[in-house]
């Protein structure tokens, strides 16, 4: 009997493994598997290698890993954590949190801007009693990550991918972005009167301080990598220096990137590049964007998300502004619209599982109130 039993206790612990894989990547599997499927359609052949847009890649590796760097030597935090001291109740402080993370994803992108800022908003408000207050905090710092990356290129993952793949220049890539940028600062900014106004204090990091030689290496390797996004360098030369620099100062930084939301683009740019090749796909969303671009490309984010929306749909409309809008905007919404809101759901989730149900119906108001209001503003500029 004993010896029966062996294998399936021994199964157990690869069954836990591969389940808590899965929750814990959900869209690089759902792109695997869309990918695998859309390779049953159309066969492996040489078309397959003009899919991969292997500059996006490129900007998108050199970005991760040099903000990776930053963050293991508490950059962000401390940078952050300085702004905020100065604030002196929690409705300002919610305010500071709210735009470090807002500015944070122009820089460093939405889903990095979370990771890096999501848990100095839970010290903040956690440790100072105003725990009731966690959720509006995290869902405003959400729609701030996902709204203020929209302005530039490397702000979001679908913006790098578009502006790669349209060749858009950059002084027509913001300008097509001010106005709906704008507009979500204004709401945002209203949004945080929904925070009562206590006071707050928050005890100053003094344990910690910035290697100045470490700092200013990776600010260089950073200015690099914000080089190459705008095509001023070779994306050959700059991952050189990336990678031989951190390999020197942080390897660690290397092993950190996220290469699952790498592996997802790959996946994606194989099931993009195969449904653009089925007739019935490429005539059933020629119809629909031919209608209103900006329309669809937001629903489709509600369905699965924006970065595969930007990547499918591109392959069948050139009117790339609309496209634009359509997916910045389009992460407004419901819990799969964006990448960036699981991080944050699965972050407040593991602080607070028992109040989810509330997070979810806070969550699902306000990004709706954005959703609804941005689209209605685009669709009355034009787009």
Same mark, same amino acid.
């Given at each position: %009997? ?16 591969? +389940? ?10 759902? /792109? ?5 499927? $859309? ?25 991760? /890993? ?35 993370? *807002? ?19 839970? !010290? ?13 905090? *995290? ?21 790098? !991918? ?36 206590? $006071? ?12 100045? %030689? ?12 914000? %080089?190459?996004?705008?095509? +001023?360098? &070779? &994306? ?11 390999? #020197? ?47 669809? $490309? ?9 970065? &595969? ?12 502004? $609309? ?5 910045? #905007? ?48 685009? +669709?009355?500029?034009?787009?």
């Amino acid at each position: %009997m004993a010896d029966s039993a062996a294998p399936v206790a021994s199964q157990r612990p690869e069954k836990g493994r591969f +389940l808590s894989f899965v929750k814990k990547n959900a869209v690089l599997v759902i /792109a695997f598997c869309a990918a695998v499927i $859309s390779a049953l359609l159309v066969p492996p052949d040489g078309e397959y290698l003009g899919y991969f847009d292997v500059k996006t890649l490129c900007c998108l590796f050199g970005t991760l /890993a040099v903000v990776c760097a930053l963050k293991n030597i508490h950059f962000f935090s401390i940078v952050a954590s300085r702004i905020i001291q100065v604030t002196g109740n929690s409705r300002i402080a919610a305010l500071a949190l709210i735009y470090i993370t *807002f500015i944070g994803s122009m820089l460093i992108a939405n889903d990095m801007a979370l990771i890096t800022f999501l848990p100095l908003g839970y !010290y903040v408000f956690s440790t100072t009693g105003r725990k009731d207050e966690v959720a509006t905090v *995290f869902i405003l710092q959400n729609i701030a990550a996902n709204l203020g990356g929209m302005l530039t290129p490397f702000g979001n993952p679908q913006n790098l !991918y578009l502006y790669q793949h349209f060749n858009i220049p950059t002084g027509e890539f913001m300008q097509i972005m001010l106005l709906p940028f704008l507009v979500a600062v204004a709401l945002i900014t209203l949004c945080c009167f929904l925070i009562p106004k206590h $006071s707050l204090r928050v005890s100053p990091q003094k344990d910690k301080t910035l290697p100045a %030689m470490r700092t200013s290496l990776y600010i260089f390797l950073f200015s690099l990598t914000i %080089m190459m996004v705008f095509r +001023l360098l &070779p &994306p050959w030369l700059v991952l050189s220096a990336v990678v031989i620099g951190l390999i #020197i100062l942080d390897r660690k930084a290397l092993r950190q990137v996220d290469y699952g939301l790498l592996c997802t683009f790959v996946c994606f740019f194989i099931f993009s590049g195969n449904m653009g090749r089925l007739p019935v796909v490429r005539d059933f969303f020629s119809g629909l964007l031919e209608k209103s671009t900006l329309l669809t $490309s937001v629903l489709s984010c509600q369905v699965i998300s924006n970065v &595969p929306s930007a990547i499918l749909l591109s392959q069948f409309t050139d009117n790339y502004a $609309s496209l634009l809008v359509g997916v910045n #905007i389009g992460g407004a919404g419901t819990l799969i619209a964006s990448l960036a809101s699981l991080i944050t759901f699965r972050e407040y989730t593991s602080h607070y599982r028992e109040w989810t149900g509330k997070y979810i119906l806070r969550f699902t108001l306000l990004n709706f109130g954005f959703l609804i209001l941005l689209t209605i503003f685009s +669709l009355a500029i034009g787009r």
